[in-house]
């Protein structure tokens, strides 16, 4: 099975920053893709950002400009830097990650992150 660790989320004030960083127990391969996902309490689960091992990104417009998803192939870890924060930004991020070959998705066990004065 995929495990994927998450850690980096927090406390942090409007406007301040937060790097979420999500580790897979596997190589990411070009054929699979990465990202993150969002719940707040009473919301509904929103997407964040995705992006391949090819390259290929995709964020979510209410966190364009804001926010950048990267990668690290040698550490088999995917990156979420979220600069500007604000407190709609509260929620529990889930990493993600989607395998074409077996047709499974694996998530991570969820990070909070809380933007408030």
């Known amino acids: 099975q995929v495990q994927l660790v998450e850690s980096g989320g927090g406390l942090v004030q409007p406007g301040g920053s937060l790097r979420l960083s999500c580790a897979a127990s596997?190589?990411?391969?070009?054929?699979?893709?990465m990202g993150w996902y969002r719940q707040a309490p009473g919301k509904q689960r929103g997407w964040v950002a995705s992006i391949t091992s090819g390259g290929r990104i995709s964020y979510a417009d209410s966190v364009k400009g804001r926010f950048t998803i990267s990668r690290d192939n040698t550490k088999n870890t995917v990156y979420l830097q979220m600069n500007s924060l604000k407190p709609e930004d509260t929620a529990v991020y889930y990493c993600?990650?989607?395998?074409?070959?077996?047709?499974?998705?694996?998530w991570g066990q969820g990070t909070q992150v809380t933007v408030s004065l």
């Open positions: 596997v190589t990411i391969f070009s054929i699979n893709a």
């Open positions: 993600y990650y989607s395998s074409s070959s077996s047709g499974q998705t694996y």
